[in-house]
């Protein structure tokens, strides 16, 4: 390598200004974003739950040449805001009740900002100390009032997919091979997941559900004692608070039973129905989470977060970091400290997660949560009163967890989907169809805090029309 010139050491000596913004645009920029975020969450209502502009469209708005030269930064703000954010559904919306909704709160917001803004890492004990404790405290306080076991360690991912998976390759770790049991209400992630890492399809067991769509234990027993009897080895089981389809719950007593006769690995997903357990009509109906092997629950879900968020439990101390753990030279600086959070997952860069939640829970406390959960219970019970009496309309599965699941006797499978596909389109509200048992019906799930009596009045009332 050539000697550097004087010239070129002095220029390089000198903090560059090259990507630079001025302390007052970054102000008058910053609250701009603030004003646009506000007026978001206090007129979502008004706005359609669901916008969705074809390809061409959005490609021709949003596209274009590669970018050679700048751009005007206020321009490419509210391009960002009216176009690309726009197009998009609005989990946080008050009559979004598709799939499972994310209705964000602010704190959690602020926190999200503030952690972004610092460039918050929570990798390794000794790069990100203060964010890796936060997300350990947040681990341990959702635990705690949860039920979970408190030997229970935590992490936080982003979402249920990677915190089912981790939690299913902690399993196989430390038990070593074997039978996995589902049933076919599982979130389907799981088993995509389970097949991604390695799991051998013919040791993939996908039990019929029962007439509530749960887990069945006689059903669970018979298929683990086939095994056996043909010299195969039970791993693990899947069971599940708070199914996506009807927010149905398993029976955690009877299969931890049934888990703890044959040494298999208890794993639940929460990710949806966990956090129900924060108030006393949740809690009621989940007997057993202390139970868990591993358990997951999504924070971004019912617990007022913006995505990603999702944590996993493991009750055996240590397993985590059993399952993950790495020790390269290039990280021997920032590695054997208090906890390592990179040594608890496949993921080695970690943003800090916790902060959010840890400030979530903080500002509001368990028992304001708690009661905003039950609002979305007590809605749901609402919204199977109100079908109960119309007579174009009949319960499949009555409200639990905040999800109903409804249907017309007279109208077919088709029309059922086109209902809701025509709630979406005309922004009103943001439905989706399922299939129960061969039936396509209509479901709801209402968690947003914000949803009122009238916005599932009016919900029901155009569905009910749409339908004849």
Request: proline share 5%; with cysteine.
């Amino acid at each position: 390598m050539a000697p550097m010139n004087e010239g070129t050491r002095n220029a390089l000596d000198i903090p560059s200004d090259i990507l630079a913004i001025d302390p007052e645009t970054m102000r008058r920029l910053g609250y701009w974003i603030v004003d646009r975020v506000i007026d978001h969450t206090v007129s979502i209502g008004d706005e359609r739950a669901i916008t969705e502009t074809d390809p061409a469209s959005l490609f021709a708005l949003l596209g274009g040449s590669t970018p050679i030269a700048p751009s005007a930064l206020d321009d490419d703000l509210e391009l960002l805001a009216e176009v690309a954010l726009k197009n998009q559904q609005h989990g946080d919306h008050p009559r979004y009740f598709a799939r499972v909704p994310g209705p964000s709160s602010y704190p959690a917001v602020l926190g999200e900002w503030l952690a972004t803004g610092m460039q918050s890492v929570a990798s390794s004990w000794g790069g990100g100390s203060g964010p890796t404790a936060v997300e350990i405290i947040a681990c341990e306080w959702l635990r705690d009032a949860i039920g979970l076991a408190p030997s229970c360690e935590g992490v936080l991912l982003s979402g249920g997919s990677m915190a089912n998976i981790t939690g299913a390759l902690t399993a196989r770790h430390l038990r070593g091979e074997g039978v996995i049991y589902l049933t076919d209400q599982t979130h389907a992630s799981i088993k995509r997941g389970l097949l991604a890492m390695g799991q051998p399809a013919v040791a993939i067991r996908v039990l019929e559900s029962d007439a509530r769509f749960r887990l069945c234990p006689e059903a669970l027993q018979a298929s683990i004692t086939a095994d056996l009897t043909r010299g195969l080895r039970p791993l693990m089981v899947v069971a599940t608070v708070g199914t996506t389809n009807t927010g149905a719950v398993d029976d955690l007593p009877a299969i931890a039973d049934i888990c703890t006769e044959h040494g298999i690995w208890l794993h639940v997903d929460g990710a949806y129905g966990g956090p129900a357990a924060l108030c006393d009509r949740g809690r009621a109906v989940m007997p057993g989470l202390d139970r868990a092997d591993s358990f997951v629950v999504d924070p971004h879900k019912w617990l007022f977060q913006p995505y990603d968020i999702a944590c996993l439990f493991v009750r055996e101390p240590g397993a985590l970091e059993q399952t993950f753990a790495m020790y390269p030279e290039y990280l021997a600086d920032v590695t054997g400290s208090a906890v390592d959070m990179h040594n608890r997952s496949l993921e080695l860069t970690r943003r800090g997660r916790g902060i959010k939640l840890w400030l979530t829970l903080r500002a509001y406390g368990l028992q304001t949560l708690g009661r905003a959960i039950d609002r979305g219970i007590g809605l749901a019970e609402y919204a199977q009163q109100v079908i109960e009496v119309d007579h174009r309309l009949q319960i499949v599965t009555p409200a639990q967890l905040g999800i109903i699941t409804f249907a017309s006797p007279s109208a077919s499978d088709a029309e059922h989907a086109r209902a809701a596909a025509r709630l979406t389109a005309d922004g009103f509200a943001a439905v989706t169809s399922t299939v129960l048992s061969g039936r396509t019906v209509l479901r709801l799930c209402i968690i947003n805090p914000r949803t009122t009596t009238t916005d599932i009045d009016g919900t029901i009332e155009r569905l009910a029309g749409y339908l004849g």
